[in-house]
């Protein structure tokens, strides 16, 4: 009769506390093994363009106004921008959409950007993609797989395999 007794005291008590018990964990967009999916993304406070600007905190969406100095390091981080001096991106799987860009100096992998404008074009990497409406300066590309397109293109210098630049 005690142990009758016991299953509805405890189920009470919980029920008194609050505590209920959740299928899958605690809901606050980590997985079991603590990782993150793309849909977890992070928005952070836009940084301050008055000074050369790190973006580095992985699977985060950052939004800027005009800057003359962007880099991007890491990985799975997406900016968006108005007009950007130089952007440098040391990682991979990040990207990047402007307004204009003046010079963009890539070192990674898998990673898109996308603007109006490109001055200056240099890639040392595999599978980047850079699309620019409109014209695209110079562009030196050291690596494979890449993909460049522009309303215009200025001069190319292309080494490595697979490369493709053109015009819209």
Same mark, same amino acid.
């Given at each position: ?81 108005? *007009? $950007?001096?130089?952007? &440098? /991106?040391? +990682?991979? #799987?990040? %990207? =990047?959409?402007?307004?204009? !860009? @003046? ?31 409109? *014209? $695209?300066?110079?562009? &030196? /590309?050291? +690596?494979? #797989?890449? %993909? =460049?397109?522009?309303?215009? !293109? @200025? ?14």
């Amino acid at each position: 009769m005690r142990r009758l007794l016991v299953l509805p005291l405890l189920a009470s008590t919980l029920l008194l506390a609050g505590c209920i018990i959740v299928p899958g964990g605690g809901g606050d967009g980590d997985r079991t093994d603590g990782s993150r999916t793309d849909d977890d993304r992070i928005d952070i406070p836009t940084p301050s363009c008055d000074v050369p600007a790190l973006l580095n905190t992985p699977n985060t969406h950052y939004d800027l106004g005009n800057c003359d100095e962007v880099t991007v390091e890491g990985q799975g981080i997406t900016v968006e921008a108005s *007009d $950007i001096g130089t952007l &440098t /991106i040391r +990682g991979d #799987d990040i %990207e =990047v959409d402007a307004a204009s !860009i @003046g010079v963009i100096a890539i070192g990674g992998q898998e990673n898109s950007i996308s603007a109006t404008a490109i001055g200056t074009l240099e890639i040392n990497g595999d599978r980047n993609d850079v699309e620019a409406d409109g *014209d $695209i300066g110079v562009i &030196t /590309i050291g +690596g494979n #797989d890449n %993909e =460049v397109s522009g309303g215009t !293109i @200025g001069s190319s210098t292309v080494q490595g395999d697979r490369n493709l630049v053109g015009t819209d």
